[in-house]
């Protein structure tokens, strides 16, 4: 029996991002849900059977930080990567997420970090 693709959520208000996101990680197999803000991401998350979070550090309303504390209060297991424009985010940010990286990293790099945190979902 073939496994279901794992459903990430991408939370970016900078909405052209936000698009090639849900582009490259489709073409690379998973099923993306978009939100274009931290309270429309905590809605899909908790509504819907999300396995992996991409999130943007830098929004307005509700940054980055703080998404990722209350996704943790509602699903502390669901791994969270936090992309940001900025390096030395404060280390209470860097405590609530699994993985961090710049924008400028990349598609590639992406895709491998995406690929590490959902690894052990995999063998389940």
């Not at 404060?90 to 970090?113: A, I, N, Q, R, Y």
Request: with cysteine.
């Amino acid at each position: 029996m073939a496994q279901e693709p794992h459903l990430v959520l991408c939370v970016d208000d900078e909405l052209i991002g936000l698009k090639v996101r849900k582009i490259l990680l489709e073409r690379a197999g998973y099923r993306v849900l978009t939100a274009p803000d931290g309270s429309a991401g905590l809605e899909l998350f908790t509504s819907e059977p999300i396995d992996c979070v991409v999130l943007d550090y830098s929004m307005p309303g509700m940054n980055g930080g703080e998404v990722a504390a209350k996704m943790r209060q509602a699903k502390p297991h669901i791994p969270i990567l936090l992309l940001s424009a900025y390096i030395g985010l404060p280390s209470e940010v860097l405590s609530m997420v699994d993985l961090c990286m710049t924008k400028g990293e990349g598609p590639p790099v992406l895709l491998s970090k995406l690929g590490s945190l959902l690894q052990p979902l995999s063998r389940a």
